[in-house]
């Protein structure tokens, strides 16, 4: 990989690594806008001015825009996003090797 390639790299997992960011992203996925309130009920947890701060920053990354109906993704948001879609099935088998490697407990 290219020093140009690595700088690419860092900056897109520095704009993710922020706090809430893939949350953000993730409870976009679905394709359907949702408002601030509606936003920060499926990130949970987060502050309203951490959630307006990681909102700035993904639509200054022109990964989320707001339009009439609330917060969505961008073409490029969708991009990351179906990119990032086998997730959901490593973190599944994931969890469940985890499980099946977890000592169980003796009686």
């Known amino acids: 990989m290219s020093s140009k390639d690595n700088a690419a790299v860092s900056q897109l997992f ?16 679905d394709g359907h806008t949702q408002t601030f309130r509606l936003l ?46 086998d997730l959901q099935a490593f973190s599944n088998k994931w969890v469940a090797a985890r499980a099946k490697a977890a000592p169980s407990p003796t009686k």
């Open 14 to 29: 520095d704009l993710l690594e922020s706090r809430y960011a893939l949350r953000v992203l993730w409870a976009l996925r």
């Open 40 to 85: 920060q009920d499926s990130v949970g947890g987060v502050t309203p001015n951490t959630l307006n701060t990681r909102l700035k920053e993904l639509r200054a990354a022109d990964l989320i825009d707001h339009g009439g109906n609330g917060y969505g993704l961008t073409k490029t948001g969708l991009d990351l996003l179906k990119r990032l879609n």
